[in-house]
């Protein structure tokens, strides 16, 4: 498929499946796997996955459009969908060349999700203290510990645990875990505000055993930070998606609302805002799709693996989530007013978009890690300053 057509792939099935279903997937119901189904049977499932393993192998300024598209219909649906790319760069680049082909290939073959474990309760962002631990056991590898979120996992066909080593504990592995692996326990799905399409849960490792080529090469820590700049650009773009919506129902609402005996989009005051509305989105956009050429340029290298441990997270991709998430909760704040009481009710879809957009500067690092990692990174050495 070619650029445009894969593009006009992605509108069709979100004006067919999603828009005017949004109730729907606004409810904690199960996840909407038959939804997903009917997303694979597209051809695009897991589009940015290599050729070399049977994917599409498209790059991440079209995974920007795609994503913001996806948004554009459910915010869920594109989280969903484009989550996978951090489990699945961290095992294209990081894998032995068993276990890529094994796990990409089968991914890919069968159309399914893959999902990442970081976060833990009592460290929180403080990965360096997190309490899942892996020790070696003659051939195998075995996990014990809790994971707080892990989005997809249930039904995921295999899973990347970042754990920290019961043998070295200054010494973190991120180790690759198939779904139906024995001491594996999806303890809950997590009630969420936003995001209803998707299915976050909380896991649990008991004595859970994998073989040892089953870890990925590099300490597991930066290969999260490594696999986190493609989804940063993705959660951007999502946001992206989620503001390019909200401009277009007011300018439906505004067509059929009168003030003052004309309709509400030749009011001054609406108007202004709308051309304040197009100014973030531009920008929004511009951010996402820079963040993603620098991306795709140092993918394309043939030493990218080496090339990301040396430079950890990506700048751009970090100013592109923090931006967009903050633009994107600013419009939807605006936005919410200008439809009166009824953006207060459930008559409107903005509230939804509202709590959706959320996610933007919470999940992935809330913002205020993703300042001090800004500062620590790129303001202190001062060669890195822009
Ligand atoms: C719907 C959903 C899906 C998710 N999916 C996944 C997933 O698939 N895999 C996964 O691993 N995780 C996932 N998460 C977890 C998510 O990435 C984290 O919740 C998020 O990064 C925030 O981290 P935290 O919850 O540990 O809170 P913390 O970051 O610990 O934040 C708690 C408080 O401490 C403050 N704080 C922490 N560090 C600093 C700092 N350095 N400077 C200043 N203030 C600081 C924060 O600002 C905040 O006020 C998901 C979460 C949700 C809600």
């Not at 592995?173 to 009630?191: C, Q």
């Not at 930070?225 to 946001?239: F, K, Y």
Request: aromatic letters at 8%.
């Amino acid at each position: 498929m070619s650029d445009p057509e894969h593009l006009d792939t992605v509108r069709k099935f979100v004006s067919q499946e999603i828009l005017g279903r949004e109730t729907h997937l606004d409810s904690l119901a199960d996840a909407p796997l038959a939804l997903y189904e009917r997303f694979a049977g597209t051809g695009l499932m897991n589009w940015w996955v290599p050729e070399e393993h049977g994917g599409l192998g498209l790059g991440l300024e079209d995974s920007v459009r795609i994503v913001s598209e996806l948004a554009y219909g459910d915010a869920g649906v594109a989280f969903t969908l484009f989550l996978p790319i951090l489990t699945t760069s961290m095992v294209s680049w990081y894998g032995g060349t068993e276990l890529k082909e094994k796990y990409l290939g089968r991914l890919v073959a069968q159309r399914g999700f893959c999902a990442t474990l970081g976060s833990e309760h009592e460290a929180g962002s403080e990965l360096a203290k997190i309490s899942t631990m892996v020790r070696r056991d003659g051939e195998s590898l075995v996990l014990d510990g809790t994971k707080a979120f892990s989005t997809s996992t249930d039904f995921a066909q295999f899973l990347v645990v970042i754990t920290r080593s019961a043998d070295d504990p200054g010494q973190y592995l991120a180790v690759t875990v198939p779904r139906d692996t024995p001491g594996l326990r999806v303890d809950k799905r997590w009630d969420v505000i936003g995001l209803r399409a998707s299915a976050t849960y909380q896991v649990s490792f008991v004595d859970c055993r994998v073989p040892s080529d089953h870890a990925l090469n590099g300490n597991g820590l930066r290969l999260l930070e490594i696999g986190l700049n493609a989804s940063r650009i993705l959660i951007a773009a999502t946001a992206l998606g989620v503001a390019r919506r909200i401009r277009d129902l007011c300018m439906e609402y505004a067509r059929t609302k009168s003030l003052r005996g004309a309709p509400l989009v030749k009011d001054a005051v609406f108007v202004g805002r709308l051309g304040q509305f197009e100014m973030q989105i531009e920008v929004m956009a511009t951010q996402c799709l820079a963040a993603a050429r620098t991306y795709d340029a140092t993918a394309a290298r043939p030493d990218a693996a080496r090339t990301l441990l040396r430079q950890g997270a990506q700048k751009s991709a970090l100013a592109a989530k923090m931006f967009c998430g903050q633009t994107a909760w600013q419009i939807a704040s605006a936005a919410s007013e200008m439809f009166g009481g009824l953006g207060y009710t459930h008559e409107m879809p903005i509230g939804k978009l509202l709590r959706d957009v959320r996610h933007a500067s919470i999940i992935e690092g809330g913002d205020d890690v993703l300042r001090d990692l800004v500062f620590q990174r790129f303001v202190v050495p001062t060669a890195k300053r822009t």
